[in-house]
């Protein structure tokens, strides 16, 4: 067992371990996984920056699909018991996935938007582009009798 160490916030942790922060879990589970994002508008474009702490650029994907694109992130999960420094006794890595979309409306294609990581911070820039007005065509309906 773990001596608690009186410079730690949490020394119940060492003897109780999750026992009393059990029902707070996956509120905080929601609270640190999800991703911050800042939105600014320019003349010709919006501006996305989106925090993504701890993902490499290779765990980042970015898909438009019917108007919405979609930023989804993805740890692996490293199973191993002990590294070459001996066995852990606890891990508090995040390890999982975490997504998020956005409307960025139905006339905007992927040549439209341009996307760099650097230092944990997704930038999206993605050009504004005019809707094309629709032009409703009649359709008469045939009305028997």
Same mark, same amino acid.
């Given at each position: 067992?773990?001596?608690?160490?009186? /410079?730690?916030?949490?020394?119940?942790?060492? /003897?109780f371990?999750?026992? /009393?922060s059990?029902?707070?879990?996956?509120f905080?589970?929601?609270?640190? *996984?999800?991703m911050? =994002?800042?939105v600014?508008?320019?003349d010709?474009?919006?501006?996305?920056?989106?925090?993504?702490?701890?993902?490499?650029? *290779?765990? &980042?994907?970015?898909?438009?699909?019917?108007?919405?694109?979609?930023?989804?992130?993805?740890?692996? @999960?490293?199973?191993?018991?002990?590294?070459?420094?001996g066995?852990?006794?606890?891990? @508090?890595?995040?390890?999982?996935?975490?997504?998020?979309?956005?409307f960025?409306?139905?006339?905007? @294609? !992927?040549?439209?938007i !341009? =996307?760099?990581?650097?230092?944990?911070?997704l930038?999206?820039?993605? =050009?504004?582009?005019?809707e094309?007005?629709? &032009?409703?065509?009649? !359709?008469?309906?045939?009305? @028997?009798?």
């Amino acid at each position: 067992m773990l001596l608690p160490s009186i /410079f730690n916030d949490n020394f119940t942790d060492d /003897f109780f371990g999750d026992m /009393f922060s059990y029902p707070l879990k996956d509120f905080e589970l929601q609270r640190f *996984s999800g991703m911050h =994002a800042d939105v600014q508008e320019f003349d010709d474009k919006y501006e996305m920056d989106i925090e993504l702490p701890g993902y490499d650029k *290779s765990d &980042v994907t970015a898909e438009l699909k019917d108007g919405y694109l979609t930023i989804a992130a993805k740890h692996s @999960e490293n199973k191993d018991e002990k590294d070459e420094k001996g066995k852990f006794i606890r891990r @508090e890595r995040y390890q999982g996935e975490c997504r998020r979309s956005f409307f960025v409306g139905d006339e905007v @294609e !992927q040549k439209d938007i !341009q =996307a760099k990581f650097n230092n944990g911070i997704l930038t999206l820039d993605i =050009a504004k582009v005019k809707e094309t007005p629709k &032009v409703e065509e009649k !359709q008469l309906i045939a009305i @028997e009798g």
